[in-house]
């Protein structure tokens, strides 16, 4: 309070929105202190044995807005969610379950029974919405089957373009372009958004205007990891270093299994490269003999090092050590 600051929630959401726990536990809470919501997270911390808290402070007198159900039509709401590049961290598998989960809480006055083509979200074979006649039963089974086509078509939409994403204008922005979110998935995606980055399984940071996929996406010839990054992970991979000190990735996670091989191949993206010249490093360090990219795509060791490199660069990717040469683009 000294400095002008006020808590605002756990760096942990789920910490400070106890509704995404199960039934049992939010009643409890609600009992315990039902006007109080920093209560309510203590309570969390004795129930879970919370031992360290990571805290949001905001500045004195601030007034941010509450997310509430409402807030998943709320276009200011949505106007503050275009700051951020998101990234997915649910495993694919698990995608069209969640979606499919969502659909069915949803309210059925958002189905709009008139609407005939969702961009592409909805297959030819899917259930059509107008084909429904005035018999409610009828109306709400064209939904159900409506609703469940879409969320088939946004957990596809989401295994193919990978996991950084960001919304301009409900348009969801990928890595490969555009894609046009219909009106009546609104509420769908934003109850996606909302839930997984409470529970954790979206991460966002600050959008980039001018290249907002450059610190989260390898390209060749233009990604590189600067050379001043170097001396402040070397002395991680020692043996002992990580009772002590570990490094994060640019969401604050820690990374408590960085090692040697992880410094050495930071080492080798820190200028502007190829795949195939990073290979054929890859292969020289393995085997101490010099090859040449055409060498090394006939040898037997092409594979097992194509893996090796595919691996090393989701982890980079991952740390968030990535820069882009900014004289590529002009």
């Known amino acids: 309070a000294e400095h002008g600051f006020t808590y605002l929630c756990d760096c942990d959401l789920n910490l400070s929105f106890p509704d995404v726990y199960d039934e ?21 911390d004795f129930m879970l044995n919370t031992a360290f808290r990571k805290s949001l402070f905001t500045r004195k007198g601030a007034t941010p807005k509450r997310i509430t159900e409402t807030s998943v039509t709320d ?13 997915l961290r649910i495993p694919s598998e698990h995608l069209e379950p969640i979606f499919e989960d969502l659909a069915k809480r949803m309210d059925s006055s958002v189905i709009d029974a008139n609407t005939v ?12 919405p107008t084909n429904t006649s005035n018999d409610n039963s009828s109306n709400t089974s064209g939904n159900a089957d409506y609703t469940e086509s879409i969320a088939k078509g946004l957990a596809k939409l989401f295994q193919q373009e990978g996991p950084h994403f ?12 555009e894609h046009t979110i219909p009106d009546m998935c609104l509420p769908l995606f934003y109850q996606f958004l909302v839930e997984h980055i409470i529970q954790g399984g979206i991460s966002l940071s600050v959008l980039e205007t001018e290249h907002p996929f450059k610190h989260h996406v390898f390209e060749e010839k233009k990604s590189y990891i600067p050379e001043r990054y170097i001396p402040f992970v070397e002395i991680m991979p020692q043996e002992g270093v990580n009772a002590y000190i570990y490094p994060g990735n640019r969401y604050n996670d820690p990374i408590s299994d960085f090692n040697e091989e992880d410094l050495e191949f930071m080492k080798l993206l820190s200028k502007p490269t190829t795949k195939h010249d990073v290979m054929c490093k890859i292969y020289e360090a393995m085997t101490e003999e010099s090859i040449s990219p ?32 900014e004289t590529q683009f002009n």
């Not at 083509?117 to 059509?128: E, R």
């Open 75 to 87: 276009a200011e709401f949505h106007r503050n969610l275009e700051q951020f590049l998101f990234t």
């Open 24 to 44: 049992t536990l939010r009643t409890q809470l609600q009992d315990l202190a039902p006007h109080d919501p920093l209560a309510r997270e203590q309570y969390i």
């Open 294 to 325: 055409l060498a090394l795509q006939q040898s037997n060791k092409y594979t097992m090092i194509l893996a090796f490199y595919e691996e090393m660069i989701r982890r980079m990717e991952y740390f968030g050590f990535l820069e882009v040469d």
């Open 117 to 128: 083509y969702v961009h592409g979200l909805a297959t030819d074979s899917d259930t059509n």
């Open 166 to 177: 960001y919304v301009k204008n409900n348009t969801l922005v990928t890595y490969t372009g």
